[in-house]
C-alpha cells in the first residue's frame, strides 16, 4: 500500500537522521516502527482530554471573555433611567390628582360610599349629603346652598340615581368656583406690579418664589421681588434665595427697614431697569393686626403713587390646612384692603381642601393659583373644570 511504503521511508529516514551503527540500528527499527504511531495515538489522546477539560472549565465559569465590569455591563436603551431633574414632569391632572388625594378620601370616597348604599334619593341621603359637604369643609352655608341646588334639580327629574347626583353635583361645584373667574392678565401692565398678602406662615414668600421662577423660566418675563417683610429676620435673606433661583433680581433693605420704603425703590428699580413683573412679599406679623393692615395699605398708596393703578394684583394667600379658618381670615383682609386674588396653598397636605369650594361661592373673589407641594412647579393657576376633575376623578 502507498501509505505503508511511505511509512517505510519516513521510518528509514529517521533512522538516518539518528546515524547509527548496523546493528543498533536493527535493534531499534522495531521500537520504531510500532512505537511511533503509539506515541502518536497517545500524543492525540492526550490532545483530546486537554481540550474537553478547558472546554468544561469554561462552561463552568461562564465566558470570561464576555463578562464586563459592573459599570461597562451594556445596558438596553430603553431601560436607561433619566436623572430624576430631566425626567419629565407629571401631567398636570395627574400632579392635581396626587395634590387632592386626601381631600378625595375624606369627601368624594365618603360620598361615594353614600351613593353605593342604594336606598335611593330620600331624605336621609340629602341631610347624609349635607353632612358629608360640611365634614369636607366646604363650609355650612355652602354645603346648604349646594344641597337645596341638588333637590331643586332632582325635583325637576335632573337627578334619577347615584351617577347623575355625582354629576350634577360636580357641575353645581364648578358653576360655584367659576363665579368670578376673571384670568389674570401679567401682560396688561408693563411693570405689572403684585403685592402679596397674608399672615404669618401661610405660604407667600414660596409662593412668590414659585410664581417668580415660572414666568422667568417659563414665559421669559424680568421679575423683579420687593422684600417688604421687614420684621422677620430672614425674611429678606429667603426670598433672596428665591430670587437667586428664579434668576429674578430683588430689592431689599435692612431688617426693621420701612416697608413701604422699600416696595418705593423696587417700583423704582423696575421702572428703570424696564422689568416686565414685579412682586412685593410682605410680613405675615406685625405687633398688632391693626398694624399689618395699615402696613397693607400704605405699600398700596406708595406703589400706586408711582406707578397709577399699582398694585394691579393684590394676591391673598390662604392656608387650606386652617379650612374654616382661612375663610374668617379671609373676610378680615377683604374688609380693610381691596384683595382682587387668591392663592391657596397647600392642598397637598390637607384632607379640607373642600374650603376652597366656600371661598370661591362665599368671597367673590377669583382663586389664581393654588399650591399642590413645595417644588417650583407646585404652584398652578387655578382651573375650575380641571380642579373638579382631579377631585372627583378615580385614579
Ligand atoms: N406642602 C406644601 N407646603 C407649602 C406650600 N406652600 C408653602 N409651603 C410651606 O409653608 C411654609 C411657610 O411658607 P412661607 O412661604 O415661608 O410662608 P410665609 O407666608 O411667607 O410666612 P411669613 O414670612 O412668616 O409670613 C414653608 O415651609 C413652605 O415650604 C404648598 O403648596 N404645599
Ligand atoms: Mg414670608
Known amino acids: 500500500m502507498d501509505w505503508l511504503a511511505r511509512y517505510d521511508e519516513l521510518i528509514v529516514f529517521l533512522l538516518d537522521l539518528l546515524a547509527l551503527e548496523e546493528g543498533r540500528r536493527s535493534l531499534v527499527t522495531p521500537y520504531l516502527y510500532y512505537g511511533l504511531p503509539v ?18 472549565s469554561r462552561k463552568g465559569r461562564g465566558a470570561p471573555e464576555v463578562i464586563l465590569p459592573h459599570e461597562e455591563e451594556p445596558v438596553p436603551e430603553e431601560k436607561v433611567v433619566p436623572p430624576a431633574a430631566e425626567a419629565p414632569p407629571p401631567s398636570m391632572i395627574d400632579r392635581m390628582r396626587a395634590g387632592l388625594a386626601k381631600t378625595r378620601g375624606n ?3 365618603r360620598l361615594d360610599d353614600l351613593l353605593r348604599g342604594g336606598d335611593g334619593i330620600d331624605d336621609d341621603l340629602w341631610e347624609e349629603l349635607e353632612e358629608i359637604l360640611i365634614g369636607a369643609d366646604i363650609g355650612m352655608k355652602t354645603s346648604l346652598d349646594l344641597r337645596q341646588a341638588l333637590q331643586k334639580r332632582s325635583a325637576q327629574g335632573e337627578i334619577r340615581g347615584p351617577a347623575a347626583l355625582r354629576r350634577v ?31 404669618n406662615g401661610v405660604g407667600k414668600t414660596t409662593t412668590i418664589g414659585k410664581l417668580a421662577w415660572q414666568l422667568a423660566h417659563n414665559e421669559g418675563k424680568k421679575v423683579l421681588l420687593g422684600a417688604c417683610d421687614t420684621f422677620r429676620a430672614a425674611a429678606a435673606e429667603q426670598l433672596g434665595i428665591w430670587a437667586e433661583r428664579a434668576g429674578a433680581g430683588i430689592v431689599s433693605h435692612g431688617p426693621g427697614a420701612d416697608p413701604a420704603g422699600v416696595a418705593f425703590d423696587t417700583v ?9 413683573v414685579v412682586i412685593l412679599d410682605t410680613a ?12 397693607v395699605k400704605k405699600i398700596r398708596r406708595v406703589v400706586d403713587r408711582e406707578i397709577p393703578g399699582a398694585p394691579h394684583e393684590t394676591l391673598l394667600v390662604l ?13 378680615l383682609f377683604k374688609e380693610a384692603v381691596d384683595v382682587s386674588g387668591l392663592v391657596l396653598t397647600k392642598l397637598d397636605g390637607t384632607a379640607r381642601g373642600g374650603m376652597i369650594i366656600a371661598v370661591g361661592g362665599e368671597l367673590g373673589i377669583p382663586v389664581r ?20 376633575q382631579a377631585l372627583f376623578e378615580n385614579p
Open 284 to 295: 405675615g406679623r406685625l405687633h398688632t393686626k391693626v398694624n399689618l393692615m395699615e402696613e
Open 107 to 109: 369627601f368624594v370616597s
Open 268 to 276: 423704582k428699580a423696575a421702572l428703570a431697569r424696564q422689568a416686565d
Open 319 to 331: 392656608d387650606a390646612t386652617l379650612g374654616q379658618n382661612s375663610l374668617i381670615q379671609a373676610r
Open 39 to 56: 506515541l502518536a495515538a497517545l500524543i492525540l489522546v492526550l490532545l483530546i482530554v486537554v481540550s474537553v477539560k478547558i472546554t468544561a
Open 369 to 388: 393659583y393654588v399650591g399642590i407641594g413645595e417644588k417650583v412647579n407646585d404652584l398652578r393657576p387655578f382651573d375650575p373644570h380641571s380642579f373638579v
Open 169 to 199: 353635583l360636580m357641575e353645581e361645584i364648578e358653576t360655584r368656583l367659576r363665579c368670578c373667574e376673571v384670568p389674570l392678565d401679567l401682560g396688561a401692565a408693563s411693570p405689572f406690579v403684585l403685592m402679596v398678602i397674608g399672615v
